[in-house]
């Protein structure tokens, strides 16, 4: 029986995060093995933001040695940069003619960044979603490991690849499904400053990359409050989130011994937060050591771009044919 296929990509802005790595990378690790898998790196969808042609590159890379560390096969799974593969920006052309304006601007991910950058709601913010569709369904994958903040972009991704089949009247894209981990909800990692998800732009993340120093640092200011007065009190969103991170690099042991802690009222935070920093550091500090060596091998690094993307366009390029031949491109000569 032939594999299902699964994709996934990642924004090369800076460092990859705990978000990034529970969110998506780690359900991803899971599923090479057994699935035909693309991960990629979304240069193109970085340039909303307008990079210096520096800091694109050196975040490529960057990324492109992080997935690797965080052990991402590229025997096993196909790991590519977007702009290597233009049989995307071909497709997101023609999906761009059967996306409307108004959907487009109810997308909740473009009303926050039209918020975050008013000086900048670019085209690209707009149809970001339509990028993101064509990433998808040019491998017509079937799963696509993303955390909670992507859902509505999963969610459109879906309704084009709908529209196109019901245009076409052709089965020519399989609908995607969000995939996480045993069937359970899409991961949201929280981050340190009390509310709201961990997020490269928000500047409340600890990055895979972090020294073990700026970690505790990082942990021991995170927000907390004066402590629970009643026990058994409900915790409140940052004293949460705490746990909900301690869930996720903690054993049970930890969480359940902190979980009594805080019911009976005894908790101090300060140990709660070196705990939980040390058990961050256990997680990332072998990641951390491998993304430095990987960093120093340029012509590794090279090998796996190229390796990849010539992969990733035999895949694209069989599926624009098949695309354009629905549409009715024809040639003349
Ligand atoms: P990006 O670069 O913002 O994030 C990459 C992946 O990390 C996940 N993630 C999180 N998961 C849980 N908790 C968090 N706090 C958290 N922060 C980030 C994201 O859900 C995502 O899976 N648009 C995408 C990149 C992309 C893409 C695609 C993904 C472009 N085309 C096609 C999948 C399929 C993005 O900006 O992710």
Do not use: W
């Amino acid at each position: 029986m032939n594999k299902q296929t699964v994709l996934s990509g990642i924004r090369p802005t800076g460092y990859l995060h705990l978000g990034n790595y529970f969110g998506a990378v780690q359900n991803f690790l899971r599923m090479q093995d057994d699935y035909n898998c693309f991960f990629f790196i979304a240069d193109i969808h970085s340039l909303t933001t307008h990079p210096t042609p520096e800091n694109l590159q050196s975040g490529v890379r960057q990324v492109l040695a992080e997935y690797l560390a965080c052990g991402i096969d590229p025997e096993k799974a196909t790991i590519f940069i977007q702009s290597d593969v233009p049989e995307v920006s071909e497709l997101y052309a023609f999906l761009n003619m059967n996306a409307y304006l108004g959907e487009l601007e109810r997308t909740t991910s473009f009303k926050d960044k039209a918020r975050q950058q008013p000086d900048n709601v670019n085209a690209g913010l707009l149809t970001y979603p339509v990028l993101m569709a064509a990433d998808i369904i040019i491998h017509k994958a079937n799963f696509v490991p993303v955390g909670k903040d992507q859902e509505q972009n999963l969610e459109m991704a879906r309704k084009f690849a709908k529209r196109f089949n019901r245009m076409y009247n052709k089965e020519v894209f399989p609908i995607p499904q969000p995939y996480t981990f045993g069937g359970g909800d899409m991961i949201k990692v929280p981050g340190l400053d009390g509310s709201g998800k961990m997020g490269k732009s928000e500047g409340n993340a600890i990055n895979l990359f972090e020294d073990p120093k700026s970690i505790r640092k990082k942990v021991m200011r995170a927000v907390t409050d004066s402590g629970p007065t009643e026990m058994n009190q409900q915790k409140p969103e940052a004293i949460q989130n705490l746990f909900t991170l301690m869930k996720i690099v903690s054993t049970a042991d930890t969480v359940t011994h902190f979980d009594g802690l805080y019911n009976n009222c005894e908790i101090r935070y300060g140990d709660l937060k070196k705990h939980l920093a040390e058990d961050i550091i256990a997680y990332t500090s072998p990641i951390r050591e491998r993304i430095i060596e990987i960093l120093e091998d340029d012509a590794y690094l090279a090998k796996v771009a190229k390796m990849g993307a010539e992969k990733a366009r035999e895949s694209a390029s069989r599926t624009l044919n098949e695309v354009k031949d629905v549409i009715g491109f024809r040639k003349l000569f």
